[in-house]
């Protein structure tokens, strides 16, 4: 995963840029960012869970109801959970999350008293939303390309049935972290995949994702999903997809993400600028870690959260 010196050099640059323009209106609490910033440049969730698990809400939630482990499509995994308000309201629109878990793990909740990845449904509840919290299959049963195909079904579900519980067909979000971003981005990229005509989507957003496989040495675990044979890995990245899509995009790295995952927003971001819709919208959260970008989520660190909306209100 070593970077080329000028890619370091760039990366620099950009980081002490964004934080100087952002360091004095910061919300994260000095103490939380030090205790970040000494957990460092690591994906770490059980120390990053600790750190931002009290700051999250705690079942019953008020004012929201909530369906768990609804059928999406035919396989085990296929289960989603819906956030929405308790009393009607007019249509609103949908973001559907898909969790981080290294291609061969994760979940939706990651215990079934924890507030992750309630966080970001409720969030999405008090912020307009109607809420779609999905899992996925799993590596090394299902390899590339299932998550690609497991966001279609998720797709046309919601599509197909989100009116009667009060969202919009016609405005939904496709939002995921980590693998999980890996898996929207190939959904968006590879139309083939798709189960509703254009994709289905109002927008995409990835956060911490990998869109060019070529460009480090892949890992155990990816290669459990991607496959052993590199030659095919040019085809399953993302990269040129994203070039070309109609559909908008919106990509997040952290200030504190391993480099790869920096080096990969980079990426992206350049093959985005070749679109004639022109370049997505590329956030790098100063002061966040790889596991802190979502579990601050409906806290009062709205940095990451602001963006979404206003994404979301403008098409672009």
């Keep these: 995963m070593a970077l080329p010196k000028s890619a370091l050099a760039g990366l620099a640059i950009l980081v002490v840029a964004i934080t100087a323009a952002r360091a004095q209106q910061s919300p994260m609490p000095e103490e939380l960012a030090r205790k970040l910033l000494k957990i460092g440049r690591i994906i770490d969730p059980p120390k990053t869970f600790a750190l931002y698990a009290p700051l999250q809400q705690k079942e019953p939630y008020h004012g929201v109801k909530v369906e768990r482990d609804v059928k999406y499509g035919a396989a085990d995994r296929n289960l ?5 308000p308790e009393t009607a309201a007019s249509p609103r629109p949908v973001l559907i ?3 981080a878990g290294a291609f ?6 990651t215990t079934p008293t924890s507030p992750f990845y309630d966080n970001i449904m409720l969030w999405a509840v008090k912020n307009g939303f109607v ?4 899992n996925y299959r799993l590596a090394p049963q299902a390899a590339w390309p299932a998550g690609a195909e497991d966001m279609a079904t998720a797709v046309q579900w919601v599509t197909d049935r989100i009116s009667e519980r009060g969202g919009s067909p016609a405005r939904i979000y496709l939002m995921g972290h980590s693998a999980g971003a890996v898996h929207v981005a190939n959904y968006v990229s590879h139309p083939e995949f798709h189960k509703v005509k254009g994709g289905g989507l109002a927008g995409a957003i990835m956060v911490s994702g990998i869109y060019d496989l070529t460009a480090t040495p892949l890992a155990d675990n ?3 999903y991607f496959g052993a044979d590199p030659a095919r890995y040019a085809e399953r990245s993302s990269l040129q997809g994203l070039a070309t899509t109609d559909i908008p995009l919106m990509l997040v790295a952290a200030q504190l993400d391993p480099a790869g995952f920096v080096l990969q927003f980079d990426l992206g971001k350049q093959a985005t600028c070749k679109r004639a819709s022109g370049c997505a919208r590329a956030i ?3 002061q966040h870690s790889h596991m802190s970008e979502v579990y601050s989520i409906n806290t009062a660190d709205t940095r990451l959260t602001d963006e979404i909306l206003d994404f979301v209100k403008s098409g672009k």
């Design 131 to 134: 809420g779609v919290n999905i």
């Design 222 to 224: 990816q290669r459990a």
């Design 284 to 286: 790098l959260l100063p």
């Design 80 to 84: 989603l959970d819906v956030f929405m």
């Design 104 to 109: 061969v793990g994760g979940n939706k909740r």
């Design 97 to 99: 999350y898909v969790h």
